[in-house]
T-cell receptor, first 114, second 112 residues
């Protein structure tokens, strides 16, 4: 079975441009998370989707960041008017919500804003 | 506000030695404490996890020690190997909302 798939794996953009990052979770996983990992930093929570419930957006750093999850599966993280401080690896994870809820991570999308 | 505090930031250990990474938390609503291992260019992967009703869990060379009263837990890697060189993250899950909070990570280097 496939793991969590993220695309693109690398994205270089110019300051001020919009970018979209995609996450395809493991089939059947009802929970989906986005985290940001900056160089030498830990995992910064961005947003969490659980089934059909309203997402927990409490980690989004600014209104330039948004995310959606269509049909309870694929998710897209959008960053508008990118800034250099947005440069980071964006990690997506999915899980079942029952049991331990182990997170399965994708390999991330590395974003570089010039 | 860092919900889970992790130390040290980096660690260098000789092959065969013991690697110890420590984490502390404040929120008593956490009910699950996993450790994740991350190799360069890869996403983190679950290494070992513990629930707060257990004081120790061992899987092979990896052991979690958990002190509920002190709100601390640690990862011990026995007989450390160069292949263990990676970044390690501790985490805690808040059951309500199924939200995970991660430490800032420890970069482990095991010298042959």
């Amino acid at each position: 079975g496939a793991g969590v798939s993220q695309s693109p794996s690398n994205k270089v953009t110019e300051k001020g441009k919009d970018v979209e990052l995609r996450c395809d979770p493991i089939s059947g996983h009802t929970a989906l998370y986005w985290y940001r990992q900056s160089l030498g930093q830990g995992l910064e929570f961005l947003i969490y989707f659980q089934g059909n419930s309203a997402p927990d957006k409490s980690g989004l750093p600014s209104d330039r960041f948004s995310a959606e999850r269509t049909g309870g599966s694929v998710s897209t993280l959008t960053i508008q008017r990118t800034q250099q401080e947005d440069s980071a690896v964006y990690l997506c994870a999915s899980s079942f919500t029952s049991g331990t809820g182990e997170l399965f991570f994708g390999e991330g999308s590395r974003l570089t804003v010039l | 506000q860092q919900q889970v505090k992790q130390s040290p930031q980096s660690l260098i250990v000789q092959k065969g030695g013991i690697s110890i990474i420590n984490c502390a938390y404040e929120n008593t609503a956490f009910d699950y404490f996993p450790w994740y291992q991350q190799f360069p260019g890869k996403g983190p992967a679950l290494l070992i996890a513990i629930r707060p009703d257990v004081s120790e869990k061992k899987e092979g060379r990896f052991t979690i020690s958990f002190n509920k009263s002190a709100k601390q837990f640690s990862l011990h890697i026995m007989d450390s190997q160069p292949g263990d060189s990676a970044t390690y993250f501790c985490a805690a899950r808040r059951f309500t909302g199924n939200q995970f909070y991660f430490g800032t990570g420890t970069s482990l280097t095991v010298i042959p």
